[in-house]
């Protein structure tokens, strides 16, 4: 119906509406705060010529109304899991400003939307695993756990992050995935330290469940709040509070198990 | 005042391979892993390094984050990576899921029929509680700082 700056297509308020929250959506699902997503779903909605753009982010949904002249239509878009994912977070960015500079149109960032997700690349799921153990191992040793209780650490976490992804991939929910990773985890942590002899088989327990720690939302929630959405910043602290609650859940349940803790 | 540095290097050996692995786990290039390592080790130096000299863990990792928020707003363009997420790589180190963990348990503790040391039991929960509501309050704050006045003075991205 209308375009101002593209080079190819005109793009209707529709498509506007639409295309930008498409970005919005998928910003969210990368791990972006309120304050990302306003900003680049506002610049692809400029750049396919909108003239005006109110976002609302919600938790599990934006909301859009694109206006031109006297005219405007709202729309709204269901959000997914939001998850993290830097390289993804990034080329949608540059989607972004090049929407901006008027490079792309509406079949363009169409096509380039529903490649991004595809695409873009991941580390091996093995790599990943791996991280996550050594990263809980290390967190091990910052909070004082002996030489002895590291590589049953590593092996939990590595484990447990690997059962993670398959339940995932499989959309099993995240609070029940939650319990169950943190129970695999400090078991298989915790069983080896004691085996092993290490002398502080409780706080390597405590360490295997870390790659839980949902770092991500809390500081999103945190930035969301102090730059003007406590809805949505409220939102993603239950979250966190709830996922802490399962993460410790799964690893009483392994202390009952293992007999440690009392 | 006496500084423990084979402690510091050890927390800043292990805090940088802590970032690291989230780094992997947040799906950040292999070529800006590096980042993620030097921020969540200079976050494990100043936090040490400040416990060392007798400051609270508040204070250490408020300081620790301010440090993080400072360095990864003066690079974040440089190395073309999304700034919240070197700041969580970087700061995870220090959010005090141990301390979160205990305080639940303590609270679990509590509710069984017949609670071993209840007083003690509450005590030490509400205490790892409020460590973790102030620490990781230190953290957003201390990260939040440099953005919002920094933000003024850095350059525009020019993509």
Known sequence: ???????????????????????????????????????????????????????????ASLAITIGIGGEGITRMRKVGHLGVNQRLDQALRKLSYRVERGELGVSGIRTELERLPRETPRHPGWLVDIAVGVACASFGRLLGVDWLGV????????????????????????????????AIASLLGGWGARRLGSSTVDIAMISSVLLLVPGIPSLNAQNDILEGRPTLGSARAVTVLIILIFLTAGLWLSQIILGEGN | ????????????????????????????????????????????????????????????????????????????????????????????????????????????????????????????????????????????????????????LAPKPQH
């Open chain 2, 1 to 152: 005042m006496h500084l423990d540095l084979i402690k510091i290097l050890h927390n800043t050996l292990f805090g940088g391979l802590a970032a690291m692995g989230f780094g992997v786990l947040f799906n950040i290039g292999l070529r800006s892993i590096l980042w993620c390592s030097v921020s969540g080790g200079l976050a494990l130096a100043v936090r040490t390094v400040g416990l060392q000299l007798g400051w609270s863990l508040e204070a250490a990792s408020f300081t620790a984050a301010v440090a993080v928020g400072s360095l990864v707003q003066m690079t974040q363009e440089r190395i073309g990576m999304s700034r919240n997420i070197l700041d969580v790589a970087g700061c995870i180190p220090l959010v005090p899921g141990g301390f979160a963990a205990k305080a639940i348990l303590g609270m679990i503790a509590l509710t069984a029929p017949v609670p071993k040391n209840p007083d003690q039991t509450l005590i030490l929960s509400v205490e790892y509680l409020l460590r973790v509501f102030f620490t990781v309050g230190a953290l957003g704050t201390g990260l939040a700082i440099p953005t919002l006045l920094l933000r003024v």
């Open chain 1, 1 to 59: 119906m209308l375009k101002t700056n593209a080079n190819v297509e005109r793009a209707s308020l529709e498509d506007m509406a639409m295309l930008s929250m498409e970005v919005g959506r998928l910003l969210m699902e990368s791990g972006a705060s309120a304050r990302i997503v306003d900003d680049y779903v506002a610049r692809t909605a400029r750049g396919l010529g909108a003239e005006r753009i109110d976002l609302r982010v919600g938790y």
């Open chain 1, 151 to 182: 590589g049953p650490i590593f092996a939990g976490a590595t484990i447990a992050q690997s059962f993670r992804r398959r339940m995932v991939a499989r959309h099993v929910n995240v609070f029940i995935n939650a319990v169950m990773v943190a």
